[in-house]
């Protein structure tokens, strides 16, 4: 019988393979679904602060939220993760626009140069990446923790971000092995 932890390694493996044999073109569809799902989501849509990911290993590309011109978004300010130096798994969040010079972190995964941390108290909203999702909003990550760490339900009353999964809808499974630790999500938007 597998533990948890080798359950999640195979999905992870599976559920990447797939992410990473996307084409571009089925990338760039895959991007434009998501805007217009975005701008059809009152939860989105009723935000004003905005974490967003600089997609990487097949997730779903967010930077048309960056560079569209739909007056919806004008009210908008979008900030993406830091990853620390430090080995704490906190992520922090900087703002980003389409201007932003961006530089690889040590995962490989692009972020801002210039980083000017905000309070996460700050967001309304948090788009996370995911390998995998259940129906049932059980959130596989890429195992490091980092969303997880951050967004564990505090025990101060600072105002929690709500918290939506991006995801192609291939990878919805069945099941994902739940452990103390893993966040739950709401809700799941899928292409």
């Given at each position: 019988m597998q533990t948890a932890k080798q359950q999640k390694k195979v999905i992870r493996q599976l559920i990447r393979k797939k992410r990473q044999t996307l084409s571009i073109g089925q990338q760039k569809r895959a991007s434009q679904k998501l805007l217009q799902q975005l701008l059809n989501d009152p939860t989105f849509m009723q935000a004003r602060n905005i974490a967003i990911y600089l997609a990487s290993d097949g997730e779903i590309s967010q930077s048309l939220l960056l560079t569209s011109?739909?007056?919806?978004?004008k009210n908008k300010q979008f900030f993406v993760p830091i990853v620390q130096k430090n080995k704490s798994r906190q992520l922090h969040f900087t703002k980003i626009n389409k201007h932003t010079t961006l530089k690889r972190n040590r995962y490989g995964i692009f972020e801002p140069k210039q980083v000017k941390p905000i309070q996460n108290w700050i967001l309304d909203?948090?788009?996370?990446?995911?390998?995998?999702?259940?129906?049932?909003?059980?959130?596989?990550?890429?195992?490091?923790?980092?969303?997880?760490?951050?967004?564990s339900k505090n025990k101060t009353n600072i105002k929690q971000p709500k918290l939506i999964g991006i995801a192609h809808s291939f990878q919805?499974?069945?099941?994902?092995?739940?452990?103390?630790?893993?966040?739950?999500?709401?809700?799941?938007?899928?292409?």
């Open positions: 011109s739909d007056i919806r978004l909203l948090v788009l996370m990446p995911l390998v995998a999702f259940t129906k049932e909003g059980l959130r596989l990550g890429m195992g490091g923790g980092f969303y997880d760490t951050t967004f919805c499974v069945p099941f994902i092995p739940n452990e103390p630790w893993d966040l739950p999500i709401k809700k799941v938007i899928n292409v």
